[in-house]
T-cell receptor, first 111, second 111 residues
Framework: ETGVTQSPTHLIKTRGQQVTLRCSSQ?????VSWYQQALGQGPQFIFQ???????GRGNFPPRFSGLQFPNYSSELNVNALELDDSALYLC??????????FGPGTRLTVL | EDKVVQSPLSLVVHEGDTVTLNCSYE??????LLWYKQEKKAPTFLFML????IEKKSGRLSSILDKKELFSILNITATQTGDSAVYLC???????????FGQGTRLTINP
């Protein structure tokens, strides 16, 4: 059984650029959630996808958007990057339950 | 606003000690409480507690949920240096698909 994987591991961008982060869910899981974790803080919910549809969104602006594909993998897109977007971005998959299994994350640095 | 608060924020103990980590919550429509261990990047699932399962144990780790007083504790006995990590508490909500996380407790075990 393959766990949750994310790519890339690290990313450096400049203000105003756009970024795409990728996540492959654990085998058998149909739900993917994205979280942003700033240094020294707990993860903050961005949004969730269930069977290719957005199924809940946190307090993040529309420049944060996502997709889920038929194989349940997912993308997080962030437009017009700001310095405060620097964080660890975590993807978690589940079988539509509260028990979510996390990937290793993508560390995004915005200069 | 849904809130999860963990205490202490940081704890340093000696190998072999017993530690108790605290998590209190104020949320609408509680459904579950989860504990995760975060060593470097990926939070690793430890326990989920619900109304039908208010006490869990796995080896040296155990957790209880007090739904009346709205808190949970995570106990670790006979601590080892490998227990050093950030421990995250999260709450799942009825009617919402997100987990609301606390800020975490950084536990350091000195040999």
């Amino acid at each position: 059984e393959t766990g949750v994987t994310q790519s890339p591991t690290h990313l450096i961008k400049t203000r105003g650029q756009q970024v795409t982060l990728r996540c492959s869910s654990q085998s058998g899981h149909n739900t993917v959630s994205w979280y942003q974790q700033a240094l020294g803080q707990g993860p903050q919910f961005i949004f969730q996808y269930y069977r290719e549809e957005e199924n809940g969104r946190g307090n993040f602006p529309p420049r944060f958007s996502g997709l889920q594909f038929p194989n349940y993998s997912s993308e997080l897109n962030v437009n017009a990057l700001e310095l405060d977007d620097s964080a660890l971005y975590l993807c978690a998959s589940s079988q539509f339950t509260d028990t979510q299994y996390f990937g290793p994350g993508t560390r995004l640095t915005v200069l | 606003e849904d809130k999860v608060v963990q205490s202490p924020l940081s704890l340093v103990v000696h190998e072999g000690d017993t530690v108790t980590l605290n998590c209190s919550y104020e949320v609408t429509n509680f459904r579950s409480l989860l504990w995760y261990k975060q060593e470097k990047k990926a939070p690793t699932f430890l326990f989920m507690l619900t109304s039908s399962g208010i006490e869990k144990k796995s080896g040296r780790l155990s957790s209880i949920l007090d739904k009346k007083e709205l808190f949970s504790i995570l106990n670790i006995t006979a601590t080892q240096t490998g227990d050093s990590a950030v421990y995250l508490c999260a709450v799942g909500l009825q009617g919402a698909q997100k987990l609301v996380f606390g800020q975490g407790t950084r536990l350091t075990i000195n040999p």
